[in-house]
C-alpha cells in the first residue's frame, strides 16, 4: 500500500510512488505546476512584436506572444468556441491566430475579431467576452520569462529567492550583458519521471560513473576530490563550481555552476533546458544552446561544439542519461523495494550564507528540491489523496 501523500517524502529517503504512480502524477499537475512560477521561453525566442513561442504551462497548452508595445501575453492555446488548438507552430511571427475548425479568429492579444455568421448566436453573444483566456501571471527575470496559473502567490523574484544571483553570475558572463540563442532547438522524450531530469541537473555524483567514457581529467577532479558544493536553495537546486573559476565563456568544465530551477527549468553551462512532463512515465525534454553577446565568434562556436559532443543527439552525456532514466523506470516497476536512497551528506550538510549546502557529490540539493516538493503537495486543505 502506498502512504499518504504526507509520508512520501522522509528526511534521506522518497518512496518510489511517487516516480511511479499517475494519480501523484495528475495532483503534481494540479498542486505544483497550476500553482507556481513556471519556466515557459527566453525573451530571445521571441524579440519582435508579432513573434510567439508555443509551449506547455503544466497540462496547459499556451502561446507566449510579444506583443505591438513589446510586452508579453501569454494565451491558452485554445478556441473559445469549440476548443482546438488555434496555432500548431512550435515559433513565427504573425498578427493574427485563427482556428482551423470554424474559422474564429483572434489578435495576437487574444482579442476575438472574426466569427462567422456571429447574427446566429443571439443577441448575448458578445465577441469582447469571448478572446482567448490569458494566464493570471507573466513575469520575466534576466531574459527568462515565466507564467503562473494562479493569481495569487509568492511574486517571480520571490519564487527564486537566492537562485537569482546565480541567473545574474550566468547573464553577466556574456560581454555584452545578454544572451542569445543559436537557431532551432533539440528535442528528445524518455520513458521515465521527469523528476529524473530534475535531479540530474544537480546531480555531480554521478558524472564519474556514469560519464567515465567522457570526462577529461579536469572534470574527474572537480567532481571526485571534493571541490565545490551543492546547495538547497529556496526549494531550487544548485551545484557550484565557482571555487575553480567563474563561468567559463567556452562552456568548458573549468568552474562556473549548474542550476534547477524547480520545477522545470534547468540551466547549463551551455544551454537552457525546458522539461515537459506528460506522464508519470513519459517525460519530453526541450533544450536551446546559449550564446553569449558580445562573445568572439569562436567562443560561442565552441559552446555549440559542446553541446553537441556533451548533449546532442549522439552526445557523450546525454545518452547515457537518457538511458539510466529509463532504467531507473522500469526497475521501479518492482514493489520489493519500496523507498530510494537520499541520504548521502545527510549527517555532514552545514548551513552556510543562510542555505543548507553539502560537499560536491552529497545529495542535499536533492533533498531541498523534495522538501518543497512535500510542501506544495500537501498545501491546502482541499488535497486530494490518490486512489489506493
Known amino acids: 500500500m502506498r502512504p499518504a501523500i504526507d509520508q512520501l517524502i522522509r528526511p534521506g529517503a522518497v518512496h518510489r510512488s511517487v516516480y511511479t504512480d499517475q494519480d501523484i502524477f495528475d495532483l503534481e499537475m494540479q498542486h505544483i505546476f497550476d500553482t507556481t512560477w513556471v519556466f515557459l521561453a527566453h525573451e530571445a525566442e521571441i524579440p519582435q512584436p508579432g513573434d510567439y513561442k508555443t ?3 503544466g497540462r496547459h497548452p499556451v502561446i507566449v506572444s510579444r506583443q505591438p508595445d513589446g ?4 494565451l491558452i ?7 482546438p488548438t488555434v496555432c500548431e507552430n512550435e515559433t513565427g511571427n504573425s498578427k493574427y491566430f485563427r482556428c482551423p475548425y470554424h474559422f474564429w479568429t483572434y489578435r495576437s492579444s487574444g482579442d476575438l475579431i472574426g466569427v462567422p455568421s456571429p447574427e446566429a448566436y443571439g443577441s448575448t453573444f458578445k465577441k469582447e467576452e469571448m478572446g482567448l483566456q490569458r494566464i493570471a501571471r507573466v513575469d520575466q527575470y534576466q531574459g527568462f520569462i515565466f507564467g503562473s496559473m494562479s493569481a495569487g502567490g509568492p511574486s517571480l523574484r520571490e519564487h527564486l529567492g537566492g537562485v537569482a544571483r546565480f541567473l545574474d553570475a550566468y547573464v553577466g558572463a556574456a560581454p555584452g550583458g545578454k544572451l ?8 528528445c522524450a524518455y520513458n521515465g519521471n521527469w523528476k529524473f531530469q530534475l535531479e540530474n541537473g544537480v546531480d555531480p555524483y554521478h558524472v564519474g560513473a556514469l560519464h567515465i567514457s567522457a570526462v577529461t581529467p579536469k572534470a574527474m577532479e572537480i567532481y571526485q576530490q571534493g571541490g565545490g558544493c551543492v546547495i538547497a536553495m529556496d526549494g531550487h537546486g544548485v551545484t557550484d563550481h565557482t571555487d575553480y573559476g567563474p563561468m567559463p565563456l567556452d562552456a568548458s568544465l573549468s568552474g562556473g555552476f549548474n542550476l534547477v530551477i524547480f520545477p522545470n527549468l534547468i540551466v547549463l553551462r551551455s544551454q537552457i533546458r525546458t522539461i515537459r512532463p506528460v506522464a508519470a512515465n513519459r517525460t519530453e525534454i526541450h533544450t536551446r544552446v546559449v550564446k553569449l553577446e558580445g562573445a568572439p565568434e569562436d567562443i560561442n562556436l565552441r559552446r555549440m561544439r559542446d553541446q553537441e559532443f556533451e548533449f546532442g543527439a549522439a552526445g557523450t552525456f546525454f545518452t547515457d542519461d537518457l538511458e539510466i532514466f529509463e532504467r531507473t523506470q522500469y526497475g521501479l516497476q518492482s514493489s520489493a523495494v519500496e523507498w530510494l536512497t537520499f541520504s548521502r551528506g545527510l549527517e555532514t550538510d552545514k548551513v552556510k ?28 486543505s482541499a488535497l486530494q489523496e490518490p486512489h489506493a
Not at 71 to 74: K, T
Not at 180 to 187: D, I, M
Open 77 to 83: 492555446n485554445r478556441c473559445r468556441h469549440r476548443g
Open 353 to 380: 550564507d543562510g542555505y543548507v549546502t553539502g560537499g560536491i557529490t552529497d545529495e542535499t540539493q536533492h533533498r531541498g528540491m523534495y522538501r518543497n516538493w512535500l510542501r506544495m503537495m500537501t498545501a491546502g
Open 71 to 74: 510586452q508579453v501575453a501569454v
Open 55 to 57: 509551449t506547455l504551462l
Open 180 to 187: 542569445a540563442l543559436f537557431e532551432g532547438s533539440q528535442k
